[in-house]
């Protein structure tokens, strides 16, 4: 499913920026967060200010992130936004250059290791922290038999139900939400 705050990649050089995980990570946090400033982003990564402002230009250069200076209070103060939402990209448009492709399994296998690392460090929480959300927390795995065209479709129907969860206006029913990470995969596999 396209939605216009989503951006589809088909330049390497753009998955390249993407492929370094400070750089996804702190996707994440503009993402989760809105925008911020260099310091709100090196305390949310535990990083040095330097190496984010370095990662920042970075995705700036690959129109990624864009400066936002309405929300700077003086001259010194720098803002960041993401300039989409999201990105998407499909390995077989990078086919006919075997450099582009490569470039585009690392993101891929990048992206991969990002949700397992998110799902893991879930479950490696306290029990405490675990408990408080009251078993909410879900793993779920199936095997179908489709086609690529039912796989589409699938795929069409499982984003627009997290677009929607994502895109909902919050009730003001002064609730905690806190950040929570969905992923899915849909691959064709051998059991």
Excluded: C, Y
């Excluded at 330049?11 to 994440?28: E, F, I, Q, T, W």
């Excluded at 306290?126 to 690529?148: G, I, K, V």
């Amino acid at each position: 499913m396209e939605t216009p705050d989503v951006r589809h990649v088909t330049d390497s050089r753009v998955l390249a920026a993407l492929a370094h995980p400070l750089r996804r990570r702190l996707m994440d946090v503009l993402k989760v967060h809105g925008p911020s400033t260099v310091g709100l982003l090196a305390e949310r990564t535990d990083q040095a200010p330097a190496n984010v402002s370095h990662h920042l230009k970075v995705l700036a250069a690959a129109n990624l992130v864009t400066e936002a200076p309405e929300l700077a209070r003086d001259r010194r103060e720098r803002w960041w936004r993401l300039v989409t939402r999201g990105v998407r990209w499909s390995n077989t448009d990078f086919d006919a250059d075997p450099a582009a492709r490569a470039v585009a399994d690392a993101a891929t296998s990048l992206n991969l290791d990002r949700h397992v690392a998110l799902a893991r460090a879930w479950h490696a929480a306290d029990e405490a922290e675990q408990a408080s959300w009251h078993d909410a927390a879900f793993s779920t795995d199936h095997w179908l038999r489709l086609t690529p065209e039912e796989l589409a479709e699938l795929s069409r129907e499982m984003i627009g139900i997290l677009s929607r969860w994502a895109n909902r206006d919050l009730p003001d029913d002064h609730a905690e939400r806190r950040p929570v990470f969905v992923f899915v995969h849909g691959v064709p596999a051998r059991p």
